[in-house]
């Protein structure tokens, strides 16, 4: 399989970060709870966990480039969510904790 990002060897993403993050999309597609607790605890123990998220975002980008044409689609959702969280703020109950 070839990719689209190629990683040079000082790029922080390195390829055992690009491994956990494609195994992190198949357990989740395959609704492996197991397995993702598996690769986070993999990630976690090797100091990269918080590579993980990048890194997941770099394979999705592998496996569908066309994500990169979708950069304003991105942001309409994240305008989205701001309105849905501002809303769940303004509704929140203060003596709820949450």
């Known amino acids: ?17 690009r491994r956990r993050a494609a195994a992190l999309w198949a ?15 993999e990630a ?6 918080h590579h993980l998220p990048l890194s997941i975002m770099m394979v999705a980008l592998d496996v569908s480039p066309v994500l990169l044409t979708q950069a304003a689609k ?6 989205l969510y701001g309105y849905v969280e501002v809303d769940e703020e303004a509704n929140r109950d ?3 904790g949450r």
């Open 94 to 96: 203060p003596g709820s």
């Open 44 to 49: 976690l123990d090797a100091d990269r966990l």
């Open 74 to 79: 991105f942001r309409e959702v994240a305008a």
């Open 27 to 41: 357990h989740w597609l395959a609704d492996d709870d197991a397995g993702m607790r598996q690769i986070m605890h």
């Open 1 to 17: 399989m070839t990719t689209n990002n190629v990683v040079p060897v000082d790029n922080p993403f390195y390829n055992a970060d």
